[in-house]
């Protein structure tokens, strides 16, 4: 059983990892003919960035291209950018810590998630990454008490349901996840989190079912 908790949860993580403010995820499919045009979006926006590194909207669009193909350290090079020319911009600062998060910079990417709710403290999207990097850091109580502050004040942050749901997987809860993630696709239909909990459901109501 914890052998399944441990596959839903990398599922998760791997699908959630740079959904801060990015687009939808893209999921890996054949190489197709359509390919090239993406490869050169990220190479004119590469260009565009390189002629005029001070272009706020540029850089920011080319750190979520970068946090979108996985490629992180690049992510957080260009974030930095543009943290620089326009300092204190909340989607960045999340961003930022989601990159940190990725290859595994727990600390830095939970001092990002701090600087975003300085900005702004009600911000359910910082409060959510930064009780989702702390229970990957094992700081299971205080990820815990944050996430139900958070469904406490916004009972409609689907973020932190998501979290609680993998939570409960993890801890072996498995109809309670099913419940936290069935409340995401409630909440969001079209999100990003309902497409992963709703994988995320099928594969436990099968489990529970071959019990």
């Given amino acids: ?15 959630a990892v740079p959904q801060a403010f990015a687009a939808p995820v893209v999921v890996a499919t054949p190489a197709t003919p359509a390919a090239p045009a993406v490869t050169d979006s990220v190479g004119l926006l590469e260009r565009a960035v390189a002629k005029d590194s001070t272009n706020f ?44 998060d990725a290859i595994g910079h727990a600390e830095e990417a939970q001092g990002f998630y701090q600087s975003a709710l300085t900005v702004s403290p009600e ?56 419940r936290m993630w069935k409340k995401v696709v409630e909440l969001a239909p079209d999100s990003p989190e309902a497409l992963s909990a709703r994988e995320s459901i099928d594969v436990l109501e099968k489990f529970l079912q071959g019990k």
Avoid: W
């Fill in 1 to 15: 059983m914890k052998r399944l908790a441990s596959i839903v949860v990398l599922l998760l993580s791997l699908c």
């Fill in 57 to 100: 909207d540029n850089l920011y669009r080319l750190g979520v291209m970068y946090l979108e193909r996985e490629r992180m350290q690049d992510a957080l090079k260009v974030l930095s950018k543009a943290n620089v020319v326009r300092p204190g911009n909340t989607k960045v600062l999340v961003n930022l810590g989601v990159a940190a």
């Fill in 123 to 178: 911000d359910s999207v910082a409060q959510c990454r930064m009780a989702s990097s702390k229970y990957a850091q094992g700081k299971y109580d205080d990820a815990m008490k944050l996430l139900r502050e958070i469904v406490s004040k916004k009972p409609r942050a689907h973020c932190a349901y998501f979290t609680l749901g993998v939570a409960m997987a993890d801890a072996g809860i498995y109809r309670d996840a099913i």
